[in-house]
């Protein structure tokens, strides 16, 4: 078992580091912006993205891509992350629409919405969870019935990153009632004239996330992506590569998390208290362990295997190190956080609120260990 | 990066799984009586010695991994075999760099048998303070039934002849402990890695025997039927076992990484190292824990074999540092990085 980069690897990092010091030069630290600011940073960094070439890096070269493998992307985004670069406006575009429609989509499609992606024009969300489907995905009610031509869409979408900002939605619907949940399911590439977008405001005051209301709206049959009724097959594929390509951030941003609240504690003079060594010892192991099973994930990978249900116990272990260094961090401040008005205070306590998300977005705490329960343990389900 | 296992590697976790198999049942044989090796003890030390040893000092080019790979197996079946105590003694003796000389041959190929000689009464770790009889060792493991003791000293590593083994009562019986007192040492060698190589021979049977408890209590949790279903399908009874096994997942990848980090003399080998003891010996109590819970009423009796788990995680937890003091010094090592004067 060897755990050092080979030198194919090295050469592509430095490549990619080489390219990321120089564009993230005038890019402030996103950690201390407002919501505002992070997206225009965001918008600012798709456009150098695109302008670098770096759109479709795990694409195929047929498609304008880079023709590299999916840990690329994989890879790309651990360097970037490591710097602290913003989140790519068009992520949904580029790393989830563009390779699902390569995998599924028709010359047609292929040809009507790659080149907008990679050229930074189009840009995409993701309309998968509902109000009333959120861990029990397959149970959404968003109906398409059949007009001429095409079909006619009502329901509601939530949880949507970047739907304001969205001209085409991964949409998923239900187009037979009557089938068995996963079989019913039918995934569209919907243009979104007559969406109603409502934000979300968080606990932490963040919009990040939509609503979506759709009324009677229209999608033509060439819009259906990977055949009637093969929704969820085709769903899977796109939850597949946001996990890849996000497969080495999450090591990133629990030391990240790590970091930041030692920073403070050093800054502070309180980082000898013994309760206070004695949690970084526990928050450093589990982010470690993180970093490590991303590599042994990867490895797995590579040697030809899937990724198998251990991936939930990183996701576990790396929600636990984000939520409790974010915590510590608010309540090493004089009043246990509860005063906004300090020094960088606000902050913290909008990370640590933002943090709360973590068991539950991608995934809840729990989906994660039935999942671990069923796959590692053999235990029966229990959901 | 090839972060999987070799062919190599899992060759010797099934030929020593399957060592271990035999010798399965001795860590409840010695709750009524002495401890007696297992079958596949003299096996282990003959035919596995050179596992893990380095080429300088007598090995054949086996990396540490392979060695902890074969202990993990061990600790999964809770084999009370003296051989991770006698791999822990040589660990302690491979990592002087400097050293070119062989370790002697009977040690290799098992004929003599050594337990390390770590812990001082009262200390919670290596190095954490002079200890107050500087030759006088606690928690040793078979040192009646060893050959010899490598014992860490401040000033290093030596080959020490007991003059006095006193025999304590272990919370393991299969696992028994003594304070021995050493006579001074005549020729020291630098710890160097030493002490980290033997501490994550401790770590792998740790991370076992989490893994061991993991899938008692899943047995467990798949077969008992309550209220007209197998408990196994109550969440309440799931989702602990699920968090047991997530901490034994990530102490086991902890401590390959850190054997690793070690073997290849990594800038952050030491911090792995604490690391890995820290979250090994965690995993372990929590999963002999939670085997305990999950079999009910008959999981506090002596009868049924959780405990056993619990005692064998006990023991390693204590041995070679306590795991609340590996993990101090995993949060001062790491706060220690961020200082300002600190290199980044």
């Known amino acids: ?383 | 990066m090839r972060a999987t296992f070799t062919q190599e590697q899992q060759e010797i976790a099934e030929a020593v799984g399957s060592l271990a198999e035999s010798g399965k049942g001795t860590a409840r044989a010695a709750l009524s009586g002495p401890w007696q090796a297992p079958a596949g003890d003299a096996a282990l030390l003959r035919d596995f010695g050179l596992l893990g040893v380095p080429e300088a000092v007598g090995g054949i080019g086996s990396s540490l991994i392979d060695l902890l790979v074969a202990v993990e197996a061990l600790g999964e079946h809770l084999v009370a075999s003296r051989f991770p105590a006698h791999a822990a003694a040589v660990q302690l003796m491979c990592g002087d760099r400097a050293r070119s000389v062989p370790l002697p041959a009977d040690v290799l190929d098992g004929r003599r048998v050594l337990t390390a000689a770590v812990d001082a009464p009262g200390a919670a770790g290596w190095a954490d303070r002079v200890p107050v009889d500087p030759l006088v060792r606690t928690l040793v493991p078979y040192a009646t039934q060893a050959d010899a003791v490598v014992a860490l000293g401040p000033a290093g590593v030596w080959l020490a002849d007991p003059i006095g083994v006193t025999a304590r009562e272990s919370v393991d019986p299969s696992v028994p402990l003594s304070d021995v007192a050493l006579s001074a040492a005549e020729q020291v060698t630098q710890p160097g890695a030493g002490v980290h190589r033997a501490a994550l021979v401790v770590a792998a049977e740790l991370c076992g025997v989490a893994q061991g408890a993991v899938e008692l209590a899943a047995e467990q949790a798949r077969t008992r039927r309550q209220f007209g279903r197998v408990i196994g399908s109550f969440q309440g009874v799931a989702f602990p076992l699920a968090e047991a096994a997530t901490a034994r997942k990530a102490a086991w990848d902890l401590t390959l990484y850190a054997a690793w980090a070690v073997d290849n003399a990594r800038p952050d080998a030491e911090i792995q190292v604490h690391a890995a003891k820290a979250a090994a010996g965690r995993a372990a109590i929590f999963a002999a824990e939670r085997c305990i819970q999950v079999h009910g009423g008959m999981g506090i009796t002596m009868e049924a074999d959780p405990h056993l788990f619990l005692r064998r995680a006990f023991v390693l937890d204590a041995r070679f540092g306590r795991g609340s003091w590996h993990r101090r010094r995993v949060g001062a090592l790491r706060i220690a990085a961020r200082r300002p004067t600190a290199p980044r």
Not at chain 1, 184 to 196: E, K, R, S, V
Not at chain 1, 295 to 302: A, I, Q, Y
């Open chain 1, 1 to 383: 078992m060897d755990f050092a980069d080979s030198d194919v690897d090295l050469a592509f990092r430095r490549t990619v580091g080489g390219w990321l010091d120089e564009a993230l030069r005038d890019v402030p630290d996103q950690e201390e912006l407002s919501q505002d600011e992070r997206e225009h940073w965001s918008r600012v960094w798709q456009d150098r993205l695109c302008a670098g070439g770096w759109a479709g890096l795990s694409w195929p070269v047929e498609h304008g891509g880079r023709g590299l493998d999916a840990l690329a992307q994989a890879v790309f985004n651990e360097e970037a992350a490591v710097r602290g670069a913003p989140y790519p406006l068009n992520g949904v575009g580029m790393m989830l629409a563009g390779p699902t429609i390569i995998a599924h989509g028709t010359d047609e499609q292929q040809a009507r919405h790659l080149p907008g992606i990679l050229h930074g024009e189009e840009y995409w969300c993701q309309g998968f969870s509902e109000p009333g489907s959120g861990s029990d995905l397959a149970s959404l009610r968003t109906t398409a019935t059949r007009v001429d031509g095409g079909w006619r869409i009502n329901g509601a979408k939530i949880w949507t990153s970047n739907a304001h900002n969205a001209s085409r939605c991964l949409l998923l619907a239900r187009t037979d009632a009557e089938a068995p949940k996963h079989r019913g399911i039918t995934y569209f590439l919907a243009p979104m004239d007559g969406f109603t977008i409502r934000p979300l405001e968080m606990i932490n005051g963040d919009t990040e996330f939509n609503e979506m209301f759709l009324d009677d709206v229209f999608v033509s049959d060439d819009d259906v992506l990977g055949g009637v009724g093969n929704g969820w097959r085709v769903a899977l594929t796109t939850l597949a590569f946001e996990r890849g390509s996000m497969a080495l951030n999450l090591w990133v941003w629990a030391r990240q998390a790590v970091d930041r609240v030692v920073d403070l504690a050093v800054e502070r003079g309180v980082a000898d208290d013994s309760a206070f060594v004695d949690a970084v010892g526990a928050l450093q192991c589990d982010a470690e362990a993180v970093r490590i099973g991303s590599m042994r994930m990867v490895g797995e990978t590579r040697a030809g295997g899937v990724p198998g249900p251990e991936t939930s116990a990183l996701k576990s272990l790396w929600a636990g190190v984000v939520q409790n260094a974010n915590r510590l961090a608010v309540q090493l401040d004089e009043a246990g956080g509860v005063l906004l008005d300090g020094d960088g205070a606000a902050a913290r306590m909008r990370r640590y609120l933002r943090a709360r998300a973590h068991t539950i977005e991608g995934g809840t705490e729990e989906v994660q260990k039935s999942i671990l329960a069923e796959r590692v343990l053999d235990l029966p389900r229990s959901r």
